[in-house]
């Protein structure tokens, strides 16, 4: 198990209300560094009936380097949406640019 529960008294489930577990990894495997990011930490709801089982927020979210590999699959991605190759980097990670998809003919 990669995992360590920090705490039984996280944040209420946003679905049921309880409690969640508090979770966080117990080392930092080549998976997650593999990925643009990963969470630092993250909740887990105990109650048995509830549909919500892993409620992640944005302020425990650890952005990796960028790899040339990932660079270069965000310039293909920039490419088929008709971005500039400028809005690459800025499509990485998750992050947003002020330009409206919609906008562009595909």
């Known amino acids: 198990m990669t995992n360590v529960i920090v705490g039984s008294s996280g944040d209420p489930c946003p679905r049921c209300g309880r409690a969640t577990e508090i979770r966080e990894h117990r080392y930092i495997t080549a998976k997650e560094l593999r990925r643009p990011f990963h969470y630092s930490r993250w909740f887990f709801c105990r109650n048995p009936r509830c549909k919500t089982s892993t409620i992640v927020l944005p302020e425990y979210r650890v952005f990796n380097a960028v790899t040339p590999e990932t660079e270069r699959r965000m310039t293909a991605i920039a490419g ?14 998750g992050r947003h640019t002020n330009v409206r998809i919609s906008s562009y003919k595909l």
């Open 80 to 93: 088929q949406l008709g971005l500039p190759e400028s809005n690459a980097q800025a499509l990485d990670c």
